[in-house]
């Protein structure tokens, strides 16, 4: 048997080192800056700056004074925030630095949280093998997991890391309280959990903790002091009450596709995610998906199709209700020979009860939510090494296999954490790291433009719209956006050409009809007209009409192009539609020469288009948008000088 003598560390030595391979694994991210909500909230919430402001947070004051985010009662978490911000200001370190000690100060709860359950009846050792290991391997585990990095790093999240250290220390000195109880220890406990649940939501989820505790240790010891459990439930009502019947902070999410069975449908499966997210930290993300074109937040662009064709005998929601039964199975069967499995497993899903979307909630799965929860799981496998450790001489093999596996697992759990750190240095890196999980995500690609742009990478930034346009080309926002940027490169041009389609798809389109005025406005001569790279631009019978400077052009009634050579010839007219149908419209004109074939075109920004080829290589066109009508004639059809027709149409901008 392996002796406890091989860890023989003291209590100290353990936290020591487990502070300092926390650290360690840490150590790669106090170059990190702001980054997502850490640059809307930190950077521009002006109420966080001054410290007389911390009443008003007790009163139900939000984010910005915006009511329509003023739905977290979260007064200490906030007041945290706001002496943070007296602290450190706007310089990232110390914030860091601070997560980094509040993390550290959470796992040694976990270890002393361990080390009680160790000691307790639960557990029947010879040795002390147990209560060195156990404590230190959770604890160690939990601090260095992969998973956890999310929480650390996210400087806004700084209140949430602090509701959860108020939360394991809470529950820690009511274990101590449930031993021998000690009425300072318990009021302390009291006291924690209350600015536990005023610092983050999620840790409502104590109460249920602390009575299922006194359940499992009623059927292994026949005493049951539920009533020492009543205050915690106590508060959670008082804190409910407040925030819903006081200060009266209520939020607008919604079940998923609205619908309450699709979405504990889609739990079954965040579940397992979870699991699997903890025993393999591989693809972390902060914006993981759940299925094919849904994000943890839906949005606009989300696949709501594919969550309404869910039902219990979807392969991937069956088989996850398969693996959590099995987990369950195996949590009861082992209840009286190794109650730590049931306890481990009780942990995880009641830590995640309060975003298991029972009520409607801002995201279904989120790596942050697993902090709490993490504990559960690096518990159980902490008690199974201990296990493997007290086996007999004869399996002296598979003992040393666990302590490979156990260096292994340590080794890549710090290293893992390490590199993840490093996808935290900025908003770009976030992102960049973000599309490549997920490259066909309209947002996530949309947010990584944003950041591209805010970082002065104007280049990269336009070639990432124009992908999010051709995932998605109905999002009339990024128009506006390729058009400012080719509007700052002097452009005008491709800039009015975004803004056409844009105009297209929205003709009251609040930014590009502004931006559009902009740039005839600034780039328009005395007599109106607009020369850039080459070309001409004019106002023309209400069009924005394009065409290059050394083209001739003769004004009437028909607008008449020549190229420079004089073998091109191009004709314009613009009518208004009236009370006609775009084939009435057409059927209506006369034509010039023997039609040779007709019929509907597709050209961009007009709908519909109609084009009839006419005899003597001549093409005629009548496009429509809206109540307007282009009436095209050229020739030759054939001419090289198409490609700049082409061009000429996708610039064609009505300007009403």
Same mark, same amino acid.
């Given at each position: 048997?392996?002796?406890?003598?091989?860890?023989?560390?003291?209590?100290?030595?353990?936290?020591?080192?487990?502070?300092?391979? =926390?650290?360690?694994?840490?150590?790669?991210? $106090?170059?990190?800056?702001?980054?997502?909500?850490?640059?809307?909230?930190?950077?521009?919430?002006?109420?966080?700056? %001054?410290?007389?402001?911390?009443?008003?947070?007790?009163?139900?004051?939000?984010?910005?004074?915006?009511?329509?985010?003023?739905?977290?009662?979260?007064?200490?978490?906030?007041?945290?925030?706001?002496?943070?911000?007296?602290?450190?200001?706007?310089?990232?370190?110390?914030?860091?630095?601070?997560?980094?000690?509040? %993390?550290?100060?959470?796992?040694?709860?976990?270890?002393?949280?361990?080390?009680?359950?160790?000691?307790?009846?639960?557990?029947?050792?010879?040795?002390?093998?147990?209560? &060195?290991?156990?404590?230190?391997?959770? +604890?160690?585990?939990?601090?260095?997991?992969?998973?956890?990095?999310?929480?650390?790093?996210?400087?806004?999240?700084?209140?949430?890391?602090?509701?959860?250290?108020?939360?394991?220390?809470?529950?820690?000195?009511?274990?101590? !309280?449930?031993?021998?109880f000690n009425l300072n220890l318990y009021l302390l406990s009291l006291f924690l959990a209350l600015t536990a649940h005023l610092s983050y939501e999620l840790t409502l989820?104590?109460?249920?903790?602390?009575?299922?505790?006194?359940?499992?240790?009623?059927?292994?010891?026949?005493?049951?002091?539920?009533?020492?459990?009543?205050?915690?439930? $106590?508060?959670?009502? =008082?804190?409910?009450?407040?925030?819903?019947?006081?200060?009266?902070?209520?939020?607008?999410?919604?079940?998923?596709?609205?619908?309450?069975?699709?979405?504990?449908?889609?739990?079954?499966?965040?579940?397992?995610?979870?699991?699997?997210?903890?025993?393999?930290?591989?693809?972390?993300?902060?914006?993981?998906?759940?299925?094919?074109? !849904?994000?943890?937040?839906?949005?606009?662009? +989300?696949?709501?199709?594919?969550?309404?064709?869910?039902?219990?005998? =979807?392969?991937?929601?069956?088989?996850?209700?398969?693996?959590?039964?099995?987990?369950?199975?195996?949590?009861?069967? &082992? $209840?009286?020979?190794?109650?730590?499995?049931?306890?481990?497993?009780?942990?995880?899903?009641?830590?995640?009860?309060?975003?298991?979307?029972?009520?409607?909630?801002?995201?279904?799965?989120?790596?942050?939510?697993?902090?709490?929860?993490?504990?559960?799981?690096?518990?159980?496998?902490?008690?199974? /090494?201990?296990?493997?450790? +007290?086996?007999?001489?004869?399996?002296?093999?598979?003992?040393?296999?666990?302590?490979?596996?156990?260096?292994?697992?340590?080794?890549?759990?710090?290293?893992?954490?390490?590199?993840?750190?490093?996808?935290?240095?900025? +908003?770009?890196?976030?992102?960049?790291?973000?599309?490549?999980? /997920?490259?066909?995500?309209?947002?996530?690609?949309?947010?990584?433009?944003? %950041?591209?742009?805010?970082?002065?990478?104007?280049?990269?930034?336009?070639?990432?719209?124009?992908?999010?346009?051709?995932?998605?080309?109905?999002?009339?926002?990024?128009?506006?956006?390729?058009?400012?940027?080719?509007?700052?490169?002097? &452009?005008?041009?491709?800039?009015?050409?975004?803004?056409?389609?844009?105009?297209?798809?929205?003709?009251? %389109?609040?930014?590009?009809?502004?931006?559009?005025?902009?740039? /005839?406005?600034?780039?328009?001569?005395?007599?109106?007209?607009?020369?850039?790279?080459?070309?001409?631009?004019?106002? /023309?019978?209400?069009?924005?009409?394009?065409?290059?400077?050394?083209?001739?052009?003769? *004004?009437?009634?028909?607008?008449?192009?020549?190229?420079?050579?004089?073998?091109?010839?191009?004709?314009?007219?613009?009518?208004?539609?009236?009370?006609?149908?775009?084939?009435?419209?057409?059927?209506?004109?006369?034509?010039?020469?023997?039609?040779?074939?007709?019929?509907?075109?597709?050209?961009?920004?007009? &709908?519909?288009?109609?084009?009839?080829?006419?005899?003597?290589?001549?093409?005629?066109?009548? *496009?429509?948008?809206?109540?307007?009508?282009?009436?095209?004639?050229?020739?030759?059809?054939?001419?090289?000088?198409?490609?700049?027709?082409?061009?000429?149409?996708?610039?064609?901008?009505?300007?009403?």
């Amino acid at each position: 048997m392996i002796k406890s003598g091989n860890f023989i560390f003291s209590t100290k030595l353990q936290l020591l080192l487990i502070a300092f391979l =926390t650290t360690l694994a840490y150590s790669s991210f $106090f170059q990190n800056g702001f980054i997502g909500d850490d640059e809307k909230f930190m950077m521009i919430w002006a109420e966080i700056r %001054h410290i007389e402001n911390i009443p008003r947070f007790f009163l139900g004051f939000g984010y910005g004074g915006d009511e329509a985010n003023n739905t977290r009662y979260l007064p200490v978490g906030n007041t945290y925030l706001a002496i943070m911000y007296q602290l450190w200001g706007t310089n990232p370190l110390g914030y860091h630095f601070a997560n980094l000690l509040v %993390h550290i100060m959470s796992a040694v709860a976990v270890y002393f949280i361990a080390r009680e359950i160790v000691m307790s009846v639960w557990f029947k050792t010879k040795n002390n093998l147990g209560i &060195n290991l156990v404590p230190f391997l959770t +604890s160690l585990l939990f601090a260095i997991h992969p998973v956890q990095t999310e929480t650390v790093n996210f400087v806004f999240l700084s209140r949430i890391i602090l509701g959860f250290m108020f939360y394991f220390f809470s529950f820690l000195f009511f274990l101590k !309280i449930n031993t021998k109880f000690n009425l300072n220890l318990y009021l302390l406990s009291l006291f924690l959990a209350l600015t536990a649940h005023l610092s983050y939501e999620l840790t409502l989820s104590l109460p249920l903790m602390v009575f299922a505790y006194q359940l499992l240790m009623k059927f292994k010891t026949g005493k049951w002091r539920w009533k020492l459990s009543i205050p915690y439930f $106590f508060i959670v009502l =008082t804190y409910l009450f407040v925030k819903f019947g006081l200060v009266h902070m209520y939020g607008a999410q919604k079940y998923l596709a609205d619908n309450f069975l699709l979405t504990w449908l889609v739990m079954l499966k965040v579940f397992v995610l979870y699991i699997k997210l903890l025993v393999f930290p591989l693809n972390l993300s902060i914006d993981p998906s759940l299925g094919p074109g !849904i994000q943890v937040l839906l949005d606009p662009f +989300s696949n709501i199709n594919y969550l309404k064709s869910l039902t219990i005998f =979807t392969p991937e929601i069956f088989l996850s209700l398969v693996v959590l039964v099995i987990i369950i199975f195996l949590g009861f069967k &082992n $209840f009286k020979k190794n109650p730590w499995v049931i306890f481990g497993i009780g942990w995880f899903f009641i830590a995640l009860s309060p975003v298991s979307y029972i009520f409607p909630q801002d995201a279904a799965y989120q790596e942050r939510y697993l902090y709490i929860a993490s504990f559960g799981y690096t518990f159980i496998l902490s008690c199974l /090494i201990f296990k493997i450790f +007290s086996l007999k001489k004869k399996f002296l093999w598979i003992k040393y296999l666990t302590i490979f596996c156990l260096i292994f697992y340590l080794s890549f759990y710090l290293t893992r954490t390490f590199l993840r750190n490093m996808d935290w240095k900025d +908003s770009v890196t976030m992102w960049r790291k973000v599309v490549t999980q /997920i490259p066909d995500s309209v947002v996530q690609n949309y947010v990584y433009a944003i %950041h591209l742009e805010s970082a002065g990478d104007k280049s990269l930034a336009l070639e990432q719209y124009i992908k999010v346009i051709n995932l998605e080309p109905q999002f009339i926002d990024i128009y506006t956006k390729i058009a400012e940027i080719y509007n700052e490169q002097g &452009n005008i041009k491709r800039a009015v050409t975004f803004l056409n389609t844009a105009l297209f798809l929205d003709p009251g %389109h609040k930014s590009s009809k502004e931006l559009l005025n902009s740039i /005839i406005d600034k780039n328009s001569s005395t007599e109106g007209i607009i020369m850039t790279e080459g070309w001409v631009g004019r106002k /023309i019978d209400g069009f924005l009409v394009f065409y290059p400077a050394d083209w001739k052009i003769n *004004l009437g009634k028909q607008f008449e192009f020549r190229n420079r050579a004089g073998d091109f010839f191009l004709r314009l007219k613009f009518n208004e539609l009236e009370n006609l149908t775009a084939d009435a419209f057409v059927k209506k004109q006369k034509v010039s020469a023997k039609v040779e074939k007709e019929g509907p075109a597709k050209l961009p920004n007009f &709908n519909p288009a109609y084009v009839r080829i006419l005899q003597d290589n001549q093409m005629q066109l009548f *496009l429509f948008r809206r109540t307007k009508v282009v009436e095209v004639l050229l020739l030759p059809k054939d001419s090289p000088e198409m490609k700049v027709f082409e061009e000429m149409i996708g610039l064609l901008t009505p300007l009403e």
